[in-house]
């Protein structure tokens, strides 16, 4: 089983930052990608960023230049820096992580989210 834990959500005024991360823990024996999706209220669960095993990475065109992603394989942990945070950024944000957990079992899990709130 596959474990995700976010934290660095929060309360945050327009312009400013934040920096989500994401671990993941249990028997995992590979991790191909990693992102991070988000979910406004009222609108549906949508792709803000990914990054693959191979050092791709992909942003969303409403956050480029403003948000990037990055991962440290030897923590397995994957980080989403948001700069320049507007209030239409608000929304829960969940990590999603893709690979093989014990006996080569494939695994495509979100984690429990976390909010972001940008408003002065």
């Known amino acids: 089983q596959v474990h995700l834990v976010e934290s660095g959500g929060g309360l945050v005024q327009p312009g400013g930052s934040l920096r989500l991360s994401c671990v993941a823990s249990?028997?995992?024996?590979?991790?191909?990608?990693m992102g991070w999706y988000r979910q406004a209220p009222g609108k549906q669960r949508v792709l803000v960023a990914r990054?693959?095993?191979?050092?791709?990475?992909d942003v969303v065109d409403a956050v480029k230049g403003r948000f990037s992603i990055s991962r440290d394989d030897s923590k397995n942990t994957v980080y989403l820096q948001m700069n320049s945070l507007e209030p239409d950024d608000t929304a829960v944000y969940y990590c999603?992580?893709?690979?093989?957990?014990?006996?080569?079992?494939?695994?495509?899990?979100y984690g429990q989210g976390t909010q972001v709130t940008v408003s002065s």
């Open positions: 990054t693959t095993s191979h050092g791709q990475t």
């Open positions: 249990g028997n995992i024996v590979y991790i191909s990608a």
């Open positions: 999603h992580v893709m690979g093989l957990s014990g006996r080569d079992i494939p695994f495509s899990d």
